[in-house]
């Protein structure tokens, strides 16, 4: 059974940082690519950042560049969000998603960027930023 556990959300202030993990299990690690996606009250779902498996490239949507950053432990078959300088609209549920992608973590078309393949998704970790 494939498993993704997400961890490390809270509370935290204004400019503060907090890395959020996601661990996996039942799957051939190395063979999937990890995205992060968040949700907030009211709003659609979006993809914040993923890792592609096949060349370890990476994407971030541009409200998080600069801040956040997402690296891969294969050995400890975890993905990491560290995330800085965070905003009140950085405030979500935060879900990291596996996908056996054959290329790479997202695509672009006609200026819209899609995350398609996610087959196994977490049980999200909320993150709250107060001002």
Request: aromatic share 14%.
């Given at each position: 059974?494939?498993?993704?556990?997400?961890?490390?959300?809270?509370?935290?202030?204004?400019?503060?940082?907090?890395r959020l993990s996601c661990a996996a299990s039942g799957l051939s690690f190395d063979d999937?690519?990890?995205?992060?996606?968040?949700?907030?009250?009211?709003?659609?779902?979006?993809?914040?950042?993923?890792?592609?498996?096949?060349?370890?490239?990476?994407?971030?949507?541009?409200?998080?560049?600069?801040?956040?950053?997402?690296?891969?432990?294969?050995?400890?078959?975890?993905?990491?969000?560290?995330?800085?300088?965070?905003?009140?609209?950085?405030?979500?549920?935060?879900?990291?998603?596996?996908?056996?992608?054959p290329v790479a973590c997202v695509t672009y078309y006609r200026g819209t960027y899609y995350?398609?393949?996610?087959?196994?998704?977490?049980?999200?970790?909320?993150?709250?930023?107060?001002?």
């Amino acid at each position: 059974e494939v498993q993704l556990v997400e961890s490390g959300g809270g509370l935290v202030q204004v400019g503060g940082s907090l890395r959020l993990s996601c661990a996996a299990s039942g799957l051939s690690f190395d063979d999937y690519s990890i995205g992060w996606f968040r949700q907030a009250p009211g709003k659609e779902r979006e993809g914040v950042s993923c890792i592609s498996s096949s060349d370890g490239s990476t994407f971030y949507v541009d409200s998080v560049k600069g801040r956040f950053t997402i690296s891969s432990d294969n050995a400890k078959k975890t993905v990491y969000l560290q995330m800085n300088s965070l905003k009140p609209e950085d405030a979500a549920v935060y879900y990291c998603a596996a996908g056996h992608l054959p290329v790479a973590c997202v695509t672009y078309y006609r200026g819209t960027y899609y995350y398609k393949g996610y087959d196994y998704w977490g049980q999200g970790t909320q993150v709250a930023v107060s001002s």
